[in-house]
T-cell receptor, first 111, second 111 residues
Framework: EDQVTQSPEALRLQEGESSSLNCSYTVSGLRGLFWYRQDPGKGPEFLFTLYSAGEEKEKERLKATLTKKESFLHITAPKPEDSATYLCAVLEGGSQGNLIFGKGTKLSVKP | DAGVTQSPTHLIKTRGQQVTLRCSPKSGHDTVSWYQQALGQGPQFIFQYYEEEERQRGNFPDRFSGHQFPNYSSELNVNALLLGDSALYLC??????????FGNGTRLTVT
């Protein structure tokens, strides 16, 4: 059973069309939830860390939120350069630093 | 400030061969983690090295081994390569924690 599930698998938006990506998790004792952006052929690039339910973080057109069961990455008025795969990962209680990743959401923004 | 660097960027090997991948962590970081990312999947944790010791290991067979040197750089070795080992191998570094900075990976193709 997947511990981190991301939806949708793929999302196509028009430039300026806001939307949200979802990350649900079933780990025990969440120590942190991480959002990364990955461009083709590159390693994941860190975006946000969230530690407790109710926490929110913002960066340019992106805003991440966290509840006890899931996290959302809201994208406001996206631009074509926001096209990438967005990965969600969780750090379990008791872990030494092993991140558990979801499969990612591939976002395409058309001009 | 150099980030995480990995070499080589691409590698083609034949089934049954052995391969060594290399990683230099971000300056100031002392912990190195290795992840395997198959096409269309999220990264999967292989193992983590801290103070030249393997601190945690994911669900990978003993064919996967590693090493960390006194300068914190690291190697990932894979013996008896299988077709299923074809993937992007990512190295991530951190300072005694889970705030991971990723390199751009080594793309391994096994034929």
């Amino acid at each position: 059973e997947d511990q981190v599930t991301q939806s949708p698998e793929a999302l196509r938006l028009q430039e300026g069309e806001s939307s949200s990506l979802n990350c649900s998790y079933t780990v025990s004792g969440l120590r942190g939830l991480f959002w990364y952006r990955q461009d083709p052929g590159k390693g994941p690039e860190f975006l946000f860390t969230l530690y407790s339910a109710g926490e929110e973080k913002e960066k340019e057109r992106l805003k991440a939120t966290l509840t006890k069961k899931e996290s959302f990455l809201h994208i406001t008025a996206p631009k074509p350069e926001d096209s990438a795969t967005y990965l969600c990962a969780v750090l379990e209680g008791g872990s030494q630093g092993n991140l558990i990743f979801g499969k990612g959401t591939k976002l395409s923004v058309k001009p | 400030d150099a980030g995480v660097t990995q070499s080589p960027t691409h590698l083609i090997k034949t089934r049954g061969q052995q391969v060594t991948l290399r990683c230099s962590p971000k300056s100031g970081h002392d912990t190195v983690s290795w992840y395997q990312q198959a096409l269309g999947q999220g990264p999967q944790f292989i193992f983590q090295y801290y103070e030249e010791e393997e601190r945690q290991r994911g669900n990978f067979p003993d064919r996967f081994s590693g090493h960390q040197f006194p300068n914190y750089s690291s190697e990932l070795n894979v013996n008896a390569l299988l077709l299923g080992d074809s993937a992007l191998y990512l190295c991530a570094s951190s300072l005694r924690g889970h705030f991971l900075h990723f390199g751009n990976g080594t793309r391994l193709t096994v034929t």
